[in-house]
């Protein structure tokens, strides 16, 4: 039998770190180094020499992380079935070569004049709900090219957006993320980065829904401090964050799940999908849990859509 891995504090689809973040500092995969020498890269090199970075930043991670590698394997053949060694080995290097390219994509973006182009799906959803002086729920996953689709929103409605992302594990690496996010978006996107419990947090998003701004959120990933909302995904258990449906709940707003497929060099698909509305039934639990459930439908949706863009590095089914 495998021996299990101590718990880590980190976020449950997050990578597992430990000891060796603590040993190679910056230069942890998680460190900032990474994300620096990444934009650099892309920053110098002509648009087809983006190939090169790509190449040999998966090939690199291919051959040395391997609990994401044994993550990404044991996560997929939840969706797509069991395999041989070698159809494993390609499912893991194409899932790395995805989440290169988005990153790289995202990179580029900011640091040279090149840009994704995003075609869009169930825009009528999207013109309805900004049509209304209500609030709501933006619901998103780590799927994609959803960096990208996380600063759509302040580009497209007439109102105020509030992205909600996770603390990063390493201080200096959020750091440099908060600088992208302010060179992608304008005066009208607040970023709020969410750590342990933070019922400020909470109440300044509730009235932002209550003044009919938007709030945008991860669902996929619950929070370390954070009590999972139990439910099933892809037919097994799974736990989701509370927070999309508790604060919807509460705000009487609606939940738009939204996700961001890479479909191409520079060329992404954002869908839309239909609106997940939450009745106040006086049973606060039963009620989050109901959405939880609708939520894990829209994550399957999206992870069968794409199954080598779902970036979950940490194995959610452990043997």
Not at 160 to 189: C, N, T, W, Y
Not at 263 to 291: K, W, Y
């Amino acid at each position: 039998m495998r021996r299990k891995t101590p718990q880590s504090t980190a976020a449950p689809h997050a990578p597992r770190t430990g000891r060796m973040r603590r040993l190679l500092g910056d230069f942890h995969v998680t460190g900032v180094f990474w994300f620096r020498i990444h934009l650099f890269g892309v920053s110098i090199l002509p648009k087809p020499g983006v190939t090169v970075i790509v190449t040999l930043f998966t090939t690199f991670f291919f051959f040395t992380l391997f609990n994401i590698r044994r993550a990404i394997a044991a996560n997929l053949s939840v969706v797509l079935g069991p395999c041989g060694w070698w159809r494993r080995q390609a499912r893991i290097y194409r899932t790395m070569w995805e989440f290169a390219w988005c990153l790289s994509e995202r990179y580029e973006t900011v640091g040279t004049d090149r840009r994704v182009a995003c075609d869009v799906e169930g825009k009528e959803i999207w013109d309805r709900l900004v049509s209304s002086e209500r609030g709501f729920v933006m619901v998103t996953a780590h799927i994609g090219n959803w960096e990208i689709g996380s600063a759509l929103p302040s580009k497209q409605a007439s109102r105020r957006v509030h992205l909600v992302r996770e603390m990063e594990l390493d201080p200096k690496a959020q750091e440099f993320i908060a600088g992208i996010i302010r060179k992608q978006s304008d005066e009208d996107l607040v970023v709020h980065f969410a750590g342990q419990r933070d019922p400020a947090l909470g109440l300044e998003l509730l009235s932002a829904l209550r003044r009919g701004e938007i709030v945008a959120l991860q669902g996929d990933r619950p929070r370390a401090s954070e009590r999972p909302v139990p439910t099933t995904l892809l037919g097994r258990p799974v736990g989701l964050p509370a927070g999309p449906a508790a604060l919807a709940r509460a705000g009487g707003v609606p939940i738009l799940p939204v996700f961001v497929f890479r479909e191409g060099r520079l060329r992404s698909r954002l869908v839309l999908r239909e609106t997940i509305d939450i009745p106040d039934t006086g049973h606060a639990r039963a009620d989050i849990q109901a959405a939880a459930g609708l939520i894990a439908e829209q994550l399957e949706w999206a992870i069968r859509q794409r199954p080598h863009q779902w970036f979950c590095f940490r194995e959610l089914w452990p043997e």
